[in-house]
């Protein structure tokens, strides 16, 4: 079973920048991986995915300024969050979806979830 561990996380000004990085237990090159958040008394948003190699998607309110990436080599994968907001305040999941070469946008489609960082900006 892979396990994923989240890291990167912590309190930042509004404008500033933050780097999220999920380190993988195993290969996840095939799998689409996804960040989602979480905020207080909300449920769980999709926020960025990337398929394969280089594919990306992304939630309309972070576009422009978060950019999702991987490293199959060391099996990571990173979420670059720029011109943080008051409203980017949440815990931040990564997940990887529920078998290789399927793409979804929906929590209930992951199988395999990291522990989560939280991520605070403050206005």
């Known amino acids: 079973q892979v396990q994923l561990v989240e890291s990167g996380g912590g309190l930042v000004q509004a404008g500033g920048s933050l780097r999220l990085s999920c380190a993988a237990s195993?290969?996840?090159?095939?799998?689409?991986m996804a960040w989602f958040r979480q905020a207080p008394g909300q449920e769980r948003e999709f926020v960025a995915v990337?398929?394969?190699?280089?594919?990306?998607f992304y939630v309309d309110s972070v576009k422009g300024r978060f950019t999702i990436s991987r490293d199959n080599a060391k099996n990571t994968v990173y979420l670059q969050m720029n011109n943080l907001k008051p409203e980017d305040t949440a815990v931040y999941y990564c997940?990887?979806?529920?078998?290789?070469?399927?793409?979804?946008?929906?929590?209930?489609?992951?199988?395999?979830w990291g522990q989560g960082t939280q991520v605070t900006v403050s206005s």
């Open positions: 195993g290969r996840t090159s095939a799998y689409t």
């Open positions: 997940a990887r979806d529920r078998a290789p070469l399927v793409v979804h946008f929906t929590p209930g489609e992951y199988d395999t």
């Open positions: 990337i398929i394969l190699r280089d594919s990306t």
